[in-house]
Antibody, heavy 125, light 107 residues
Framework: EVQLVESGGGLVQPGGSLRLSCAASGFTFSSYYMNWVRQAPGKGLEWVAYIKQDGSEKNYVDSVKGRFTISRDNAKNSLYLQVNSLRAEDTAVYYC??????????????????WGQGTLVTVSS | AIQMTQSPSSLSASVGDRVTITCRASQGIRNDLGWYQQKPGKAPKVLISAASTLQSGVPSRFSGSGSGTEFTLTISSLQPEDFASYYCLQDYNYPLTFGGGTKVEVK
């Protein structure tokens, strides 16, 4: 059974830092792109970052570039998000998400098929 | 970044109704679009990829259509378990962007 379990969230002051972790099990972690997606309380979904299987490619939404860093340790089946210089608007549930993307007819598609339960980050003084 | 405009933001419907949700992209995205369902307090679940490909295990009452800039998710006969929020997601390029969501409520 595929499982993604996030941890590391909590209450942090503006300007503070946290390291979010995601423990993966039930699948070959090193074979998949992985993502972080967040959701502010009562709001919609926002994609945050992705990392390629071997960590050689990463991408971020503009609002977190230079502040957040996605990484992975395939030996530990773990995904991470280092979040620095936190702002009130970063308050959200952060989901660890697997991408089982595929290619068909010359196009390649992202499919976010497994999501963790999320970890809440609250930025407040 | 590509903007995804989803409408309506909410709707009220009854069991058995046909429900249609629309997503418009700020530029052409071929058919690089997925639909996700989210129930309160739960993580989202993927319903459709590539605009119209139903994911394994998703009931056939869900269907997707569209290409370019306009896309539609249709629920042919709304069931009690379908009351939830729905989001489109463009995966044409990064940053991936979601629509604002549509909350389907009981009429």
């Amino acid at each position: 059974e595929v499982q993604l379990v996030e941890s590391g969230g909590g209450l942090v002051q503006p300007g503070g830092s946290l390291r979010l972790s995601c423990a993966a099990s039930g699948f070959t972690f090193s074979s998949y792109y992985m993502n972080w997606v967040r959701q502010a309380p009562g709001k919609g979904l926002e994609w945050v970052a992705y990392i390629k299987q071997d960590g050689s490619e990463k991408n971020y939404v503009d609002s977190v570039k230079g502040r957040f860093t996605i990484s992975r340790d395939n030996a530990k089946n773990s995904l991470y998000l280092q979040v620095n210089s936190l702002r009130a608007e970063d308050t959200a549930v952060y989901y660890c998400v697997r991408d089982v993307g595929y290619c068909s007819g010359g196009n390649c598609y992202t499919v976010l098929d497994y999501w963790g339960q999320g970890t809440l980050v609250t930025v407040s003084s | 970044a590509i903007q995804m405009t989803q409408s309506p933001s909410s709707l009220s419907a009854s069991v058995g109704d046909r429900v249609t949700i629309t997503c418009r992209a700020s530029q052409g995205i071929r058919n690089d679009l997925g639909w996700y369902q989210q129930k309160p307090g739960k993580a989202p679940k993927v319903l459709i990829s590539a605009a119209s490909t139903l994911q394994s295990g998703v009931p056939s009452r869900f269907s997707g259509s569209g290409s370019g800039t306009e896309f539609t998710l249709t629920i042919s006969s709304l069931q009690p378990e379908d009351f939830a929020s729905y989001y489109c997601l463009q995966d044409y390029n990064y940053p991936l962007t979601f629509g604002g969501g549509t909350k389907v409520e009981v009429k």
